[in-house]
């Protein structure tokens, strides 16, 4: 089931700060997050594991309530390069309790940050 | 960086014509995926591979169908085109572990007249 991303869309001047939130419906194994500029390729920016993990960007940073199935993703100190649509992608758990390796990704967040 | 690649990168053709969309890898991924993204829309996974002579199809029907022969490769193809098929498919491999992150091609975007 698809996650759901929210805000859909948010403008910041540069500096400001922003969280982008990821929900679903069902149980996760992890949570990915992506970032994709016009034309170009999503370019891999954090996982966030089961049990509270991380591991991603250094300047980005990310949450992950396993209980709530949500996660956030913190964009401090924006720069003109954050621009983009940030996309989190959820992996599920198999019957063992293992990650299933597929992520099904939410409709994407698209941040403008202007001077 | 990942070393992911697709050809070709943009495709106009006619309805009928038989499509096939190339993905190379030069990292030894054991999981591969194809995902169809309309413009400013989310990814779909249309199939994935999990190694050579696996493949299953994603949560998006797709009427593509995938081969996977070679680690290194895994291309899509379409028997005959349709006008329904014009997006962007991108391709995307990975280690496989769950704390491991998918790479992705740059992508082809496909127009069918």
């Known amino acids: 089931q698809q996650p759901v991303q929210s805000p859909q869309a948010v403008i910041l001047r540069e500096g400001e700060d922003a969280v982008i939130n990821c929900s679903s419906s069902k149980a996760l194994y992890s949570v990915h997050w992506y970032r994709q500029k016009h034309g170009e390729a999503p370019v891999f920016l954090m996982i966030?594991?089961?049990?509270?993990e991380q591991k991603g960007h250094e300047k980005i940073s990310a949450s992950f309530n396993e209980k709530k199935q949500q996660s956030s993703l913190y964009l401090t100190a924006s720069q003109l390069s954050y621009s983009g649509t940030y996309f989190c992608?959820?992996?599920?758990?198999?019957?063992?309790?293992?990650?299933?390796?597929?992520?099904?990704f939410g409709k994407g967040t698209k941040l403008s940050v202007i001077p | 960086e990942a070393d992911i690649y697709q050809t070709p990168r943009y495709l106009v053709i006619g309805t009928g014509k038989k499509i096939t969309l190339e993905c190379s890898q030069t990292?030894?991924?054991?999981?591969m995926y194809w995902y169809q993204q309309d413009p400013g829309m989310e990814l779909h996974l249309i199939h994935y591979?999990?190694?050579?002579?696996?493949?299953e199809k994603g949560d998006l029907s797709s009427e593509s169908t995938v081969s996977r022969i070679r680690t290194e490769h895994f291309p899509l193809t379409l028997e005959s085109a349709r006008p329904s098929h014009t997006s962007q498919y991108l391709c995307a491999s990975g280690l496989g572990g769950t704390n491991q992150p998918q790479h992705f091609g740059d992508g082809t975007r496909l127009s069918i007249l």
């Open positions: 591979s999990y190694g050579v002579n696996s493949t």
């Open positions: 966030l594991l089961k049990g509270g």
């Open positions: 990292m030894g991924h054991d999981k």
């Open positions: 992608g959820t992996e599920g758990a198999t019957y063992s309790g293992a990650g299933s390796y597929q992520l099904t």
